[in-house]
């Protein structure tokens, strides 16, 4: 069963999944996409690389409002390449 409001696609650059979130559109959890092909939607994305991620899993939910910090930047600053 599909959500009304998902983006079921690849990450875009040029419409972040951030942007996507703000939006009201959930977003897949781009680490279980990619590490373990499996679709679990989310509305978190991160700071840094504004990927959507999994609260608790693949991330931590520290600034509020969906935003947080994925597993793959960690403390420092990263960019997600797709």
């Not at 079921?8 to 092909?37: L, S, W």
């Not at 509305?43 to 910090?69: K, L, P, Q, S, V």
Request: with cysteine; hydrophobic share 30%.
């Amino acid at each position: 069963m599909a959500w009304e409001n998902a983006y079921y696609g690849e990450y875009d650059p040029n419409d972040t999944d951030e942007a996507k979130i703000f939006r009201g559109i959930a977003v897949p959890c781009r680490i279980c996409q990619h590490a373990f092909r499996r679709l679990r939607l989310t509305f978190r994305f991160c700071a840094t690389c504004h990927i959507g991620f999994c609260d608790g899993e693949h991330g931590n939910m520290a600034g509020g409002h969906g935003r947080g910090r994925c597993i793959q930047c960690g403390p420092k600053a990263a960019t997600y390449s797709g």
